[in-house]
């Protein structure tokens, strides 16, 4: 690997995780963070990371993107390569969450990839928040979700989380992976990878130890995912999303647009029955915020990959 490839694989690994994992692990620690030390979160989540990367470098003959690089090959990492995950950086410190499959990938995909990947995850936001919506309707008829499970039924609904949230967890690993992955050749030896599941660790207790960061905001903000068995429905539900969009092609997409999709659709559905008392201003304003964060990050990418293609692949 060269230097600039380190560097970018740096930028890259921790601007995905902290924008990124969050999205996965979100609901887990808003709902656990009393119950449980950070570190003892961290620690959970690193070992199904560990036992999930080590799975795919085993199983795909060292490459830890589970597959979906296939169609961008490996090539020399230049500077403006890096820029792509240093913007990424910037956005994130801000709580913007972006897609890093755009903006990462841009930089190295072609035309023709990114036009696959931007239809694939404009699929995935509206399955997402279609299929939420639908769910969520139903289930607000079933149980009522404006109140957390009564305390005999708490561990129940902990154990089914916690199995929810590593569901999750492999899915998104599955997925994401190729946004840091990008940066390393498509084969690894046992030494590189064992540096990069340090790096992925010491970030990961980064972000457990600051609560999720900013980017954290966007799950909290949403009607009552601390409580367990909204989380544990949420984890159920994207897990089952990321799984579907992983089998139908090896095409990179947003998981960003799939898990923004889920919790428009599902907020939604949760505030219709009330908006005849306090109107659309109580949901669509924060539901446009978010899709304008989202349109940030694309516009971003694009600009990036034509600036790639304009000047520097004439």
Known sequence: MSILGIIG??????????NDSVQTLGTWISSNKDRFKWWVLWLSASGLMILTLLYGWYTNDGD???????????????WYHALAPLVLLLLTRQGIPVSTSFLVLSAFASSFVLEKMLMKSILGYVVAAVSA???W????????ESEDVKKSQKSTWRVLQWLSTGFLWYSWLSQDMANIAVFLPRQLSLPELSMILVFFTATM???????GGKIQNIIIEKKNTKYIRSATMIDFVYAFL???FKQM????????????GLLSGREIALQQGSFKKKGLKTVFPMLIKDFIKLLIGLTVSVGIVLAIQYFFNK
């Open 133 to 135: 919506y639908v769910l």
């Open 205 to 211: 207790g980064w972000i457990f130890y600051t609560n």
């Open 242 to 244: 990321l799984l579907y």
């Open 9 to 18: 694989f740096i930028l890259a690994g921790y601007s995905v995780v902290a």
């Open 249 to 260: 092609n090896n095409i990179p997409m947003s998981t960003t647009w799939v898990f923004v």
């Open 137 to 144: 309707v139903i289930m607000s008829k079933i149980m009522d």
């Open 64 to 78: 830890i993107s589970f597959g979906r690089l296939d169609k961008i090959p490996y090539m020399e990492v230049q």
